[in-house]
Nanobody
Framework: VQLQASGGGLVQAGGSLRLSCVASGSIFRLNAMGWYRQPPGNQRELVASIDSGSMLISGSTKYADSVKGRFTITRDNAKNTVYLQMNSLKPKDIAVYYC???????????????WGKGTLVTVSS
């Protein structure tokens, strides 16, 4: 399983970016997906996560307190893709952002966590 993240870059404070992450490979079921970030000199932390939901109901979401009201996580199960819409960006959001997905390789397989390589988000003040 491979996770390919994109959408990072440089933006001015108050601006917006949208991150995307596509999962590919031997995927029977994509379970929870999420975004983590690692600010310079700090540990990796959860930004937002979304579970798989169902055909009629979107997955439930979870956010770090620091991004609530500014970031929105969504997913497109048909495209094996998770998105992170980031609005009102601040210098404290500067970090490498990593995509995470819990993937089951078969109907009876437990899920396994996979990570993308990360995409850098820089916010200028």
């Amino acid at each position: 399983v491979q996770l390919q993240a994109s959408g990072g870059g440089l933006v001015q404070a108050g601006g917006s970016l949208r991150l995307s992450c596509v999962a590919s490979g031997s995927i029977f079921r994509l379970n929870a997906m999420g975004w983590y970030r690692q600010p310079p000199g700090n540990q990796r932390e959860l930004v937002a996560s979304i579970d798989s939901g169902s055909m009629l109901i979107s997955g439930s979401t979870k956010y770090a307190d620091s991004v609530k009201g500014r970031f929105t996580i969504t997913r497109d199960n048909a495209k094996n893709t998770v998105y992170l819409q980031m609005n009102s960006l601040k210098p404290k959001d500067i970090a490498v952002y990593y995509c995470n997905a819990n993937v089951s390789g078969g109907p009876y397989n437990e899920g396994k966590d996979y990570w993308g390589k990360g995409t850098l988000v820089t916010v200028s003040s």
